[in-house]
C-alpha cells in the first residue's frame, strides 16, 4: 500500500517530533512507493508509530532492512531465538534466567552513540506490555527531538558547539548506571569490553539525508567534552541535557501490544521510564539499523 493511498493517514503525535502511520499492513510485503514514503516520513517525523501489526520476528527483521543493514547486537545472550538481528528488551525471568536487557534505556540515550558508527535507525515491537490495575499502559517512552533542541539555541552557543567533540563511553554509561542503583543486566565480557571503546563525536551532528543539525551528547553516555577542564565540560553537559529534556521538544509513548515504533537516532533522544514491578511482564523487540561516522 502506497502512502499516496486515502486509507493512509499521517498523524502528528506533538508540534515537533513524531507521527503516527495509519493504514499500513507491515505483515504483507509493500510495494517500493510505500517503503519510499516510510523512509519520506521517517525522516520528517524522526519517530513513526504503526499501531496493531502482527509481526513474527522474521517479518520485523524484514521491514527493519527497508532502512539499511541491521547491526547484530554484541548481547548475543539476549537475543530472539533464531532472530541474532532482535535484542529482548525485558523485565521477565524464564527458569531463574533473565531473557532481555532489563535495564535498557534507562538514562536518556541515542542508541549506541558509543560505537564509531552508531545506529542510525532503531525498530521497537511490543509483545506484551505491562499495565496497572484499571488497565493503564505502564512503561512508556519518551522522544526528544535535539534538531528542535538545538534550533531553539542562540545563534552564539550554536556556533561554539559547532566546533566541539565530546566522549561517548560504554564504561562510563554502565558506571553511571551502577552508581544510580539501575543496573540491572549481565556483566560485559571481556571480549565485550574489547569491542567497546571510548570515542569521539561532534557535539552537534549533521543529518546525512536531510542536512539538519542536532545535538549529539547524552546524560547516558556522554562523558566529557574534549579540550575543556572537567569542571566546564561538565556544566556545559548539564545544561545542555536539561535544555533537551524540555516539554516543548518531548513526545510520550504509551505502549499497546502491536506497536511498532521506528525513530531516527541522529535527530532524537529517548528514555525508558520504569514505572512497572517485576511480576508485571513487558517484553519487546529491537532492531537496530547501523549508521556511518556522524560528523
Not at 513474527?56 to 547484530?72: H, K, M, N, W, Y
Not at 519518551?142 to 561554539?160: G, H, I, K, N
Not at 547524552?218 to 574534549?226: L, P, Q, S
Request: proline share 7%.
Amino acid at each position: 500500500m502506497a502512502i499516496a493511498d486515502p486509507a493512509v493517514e499521517i498523524r502528528p503525535l506533538s508540534p515537533v517530533v513524531g507521527a503516527e502511520l495509519k493504514g499500513y499492513d507491515l505483515s504483507v510485503p509493500l510495494d517500493e512507493r510505500a517503503v519510499q514514503a516510510l523512509r519520506d516520513a521517517l525522516h520528517r517525523h524522526a519517530v513513526l508509530l504503526l499501531r496493531g501489526q502482527q509481526l513474527p520476528p522474521a517479518r520485523q527483521v524484514e521491514i527493519s532492512r527497508l532502512f539499511g543493514d541491521l547491526r547484530t547486537s554484541f548481547y548475543n545472550q539476549y537475543a530472539v531465538p533464531g532472530q541474532p538481528e532482535l535484542t529482548v528488551v525485558s523485565n521477565i525471568v524464564e527458569n531463574g534466567r533473565a531473557v532481555g536487557i532489563v535495564d535498557a534505556g534507562s538514562l536518556w540515550h541515542t542508541d549506541a552513540s558509543y560505537l564509531d558508527t552508531p545506529d542510525m535507525y532503531t525498530q521497537l515491537y511490543a509483545v506484551e506490555i505491562p499495565r496497572d490495575d484499571q488497565g493503564a499502559p505502564l512503561g512508556d517512552t519518551l522522544f526528544v527531538s535535539t534538531a528542535a533542541a538545538y534550533e531553539a539555541l542562540p545563534s552564539d552557543m550554536q556556533q561554539r558547539l559547532l566546533s566541539l567533540r565530546a566522549v561517548h563511553s560504554f564504561q562510563h554509561h554502565l558506571a553511571k548506571k551502577d552508581a544510580k542503583g539501575q543496573l540491572k543486566r549481565a556483566p560485559l565480557t571481556a571480549e565485550q569490553k574489547a569491542r567497546t571503546p571510548d570515542v569521539s563525536h561532534p557535539v552537534v551532528r549533521t543529518h546525512p539525508v536531510t542536512g539538519r543539525k542536532s545535538l549529539f551528547v547524552t546524560e547516558g553516555h556522554t562523558a566529557r567534552i574534549e579540550g575543556l577542564p572537567a569542571d566546564e565540560s561538565q556544566a556545559l553537559l548539564d545544561f545542555l541535557w536539561e535544555h533537551v529534556k524540555q516539554p516543548r521538544f518531548m513526545y510520550r509513548h504509551k505502549w499497546a501490544e502491536g506497536d511498532l515504533l521506528v525513530w531516527d537516532n541522529c535527530s532524537t533522544q529517548h528514555l525508558a521510564t520504569m514505572d512497572y514491578a517485576p511480576h508485571q511482564r513487558r517484553r519487546l523487540y529491537r532492531a537496530g539499523v547501523a549508521g556511518g561516522v556522524p560528523f
